[in-house]
């Protein structure tokens, strides 16, 4: 399913376009998290489109969704387009490879999800760290860390999305003020969910300021 969600006019974009992609699987938050951006995007003034693209998602499928601000037609991004990524789950962060270029910023949970084939033995799941590795060497740069490990610390198994939300808030790489995005974090989330999601928040702020998980690509 693609939707396209409350358009404004084309002067309250920000100067420069800007594609988010989001990737998960079911159950993660990744509707959520989009739709979450999509808000604070329009609190801010500018004009978002989002997207949402899911198939058997109460199954553990494959769930994407775009977040895209400037001056753009379409919500959907093609392979090469995204400037941020989010990979709610290790091998779909890789997955996502095609959507970067050479600028992209992805910030990948570490945490892995066993797919069905895997489950049964009739595939293997890749190595984490061969797989960020690949990614690291094609990306701008490259944001990773056990963020499903951080949603336990707050209280939350569930609150993957608000820990990754917290680091792309703390990156610098969106033209939305932080507390307007916990200003809908506040007003959008059922209050016995909301001191877990603010940690989440918080603890996903942390881990971008920690340089450890960083990995840049180096220039030639």
């Known amino acids: ?16 376009n800007l594609r988010i992609f989001l990737t998960g699987v079911g159950g ?20 978002p489109m989002v997207s949402e693209t899911h198939g058997m998602a109460q199954r553990g499928g494959i769930v994407v969704s775009t977040v895209v601000l400037g001056d753009l037609q379409s919500p959907l ?23 970067c270029h050479a600028d992209t910023l992805v910030i990948a949970n570490t945490a892995t999800l066993v797919p069905y084939p895997v489950a049964i033995g009739q595939a293997h799941y890749p190595a984490v760290d061969q797989m960020f590795r690949r990614l690291a060497e094609h990306v701008g ?12 610390q707050a209280g939350s198994p569930l609150a993957v999305n608000m820990v990754l939300l ?30 877990s999601n603010l940690k989440a928040f918080e603890l996903g702020a942390a881990a971008a300021r920690d340089s450890s998980n960083w990995q840049r690509r180096s220039l030639q």
Do not use: C, Y
Request: hydrophobic share 45%.
């Open 28 to 47: 993660q938050g990744t509707l959520l998290a989009s739709r979450l951006l999509g808000e604070a995007a329009l609190a801010a003034g500018f004009n």
């Open 1 to 16: 399913m693609t939707s396209t969600e409350k358009r404004k006019t084309k002067n309250e974009n920000p100067n420069k």
């Open 77 to 99: 991004i093609s392979p090469g387009e995204a400037d941020i990524v989010l990979g709610f789950e290790a091998l779909e962060a890789f997955r996502a490879l095609d959507r």
């Open 166 to 195: 917290g680091a792309l808030a703390a990156t610098d790489s969106l033209p939305i003020p932080t507390e307007t995005i916990l200003k809908v974090v506040r007003t959008q989330t059922k209050e016995k969910f909301l001191a």
């Open 141 to 152: 740069a490259l944001l990773a860390f056990d963020a499903g490990d951080l949603a336990r």
